[in-house]
């Protein structure tokens, strides 16, 4: 299994941006496929982006669309979510989670989760 450690997260004003980042301890990272998940207050894990092993495929979800971009770095064994045009309603608890899957939405398929970085965004 690889450990997960989240940076980043941070206090930011509506319409700002800010620049998650995950750093795993496999050195087999590169056969994992990455993905970021939040949760809000109150509510479930919301599935947020994610990464194909091996590739630049990419899937989010519509809410984030055009304003997240999910990355990898198998050389430094980092993925990043790059935030922008940030608004209140993506306020919550961010983790980065590890799978053998192909490309998964779906948290049951991820088998590491980091501890999570709070981001909260004020209007």
């Known amino acids: 299994q690889v450990q997960l450690v989240e940076s980043g997260g941070g206090l930011v004003q509506a319409g700002g941006s800010l620049r998650l980042s995950c750093a795993a301890s496999?050195?087999?990272?590169?056969?994992?496929?990455m993905g970021w998940f939040r949760q809000a207050p109150g509510k479930g894990r919301e599935f947020v982006a994610a990464?194909?092993?091996?590739?630049?495929?990419?899937t989010y979800v519509d809410s984030v669309k055009g304003r997240f971009t999910i990355s990898r770095d198998d050389a430094q064994n980092t993925v990043d979510l790059q935030m922008n045009s940030l608004k209140p309603e993506d306020t919550a608890i961010y983790f980065c989670?590890?799978?053998?899957?192909?490309?998964?939405?779906?948290?049951?398929?991820?088998?590491?989760w980091g501890q999570g970085t709070q981001v909260t965004v004020f209007s």
């Open positions: 989670a590890a799978s053998r899957a192909r490309l998964s939405t779906n948290s049951a398929d991820y088998v590491s």
């Open positions: 496999a050195r087999t990272f590169s056969m994992y496929s």
């Open positions: 990464i194909r092993w091996r590739s630049s495929t990419t």
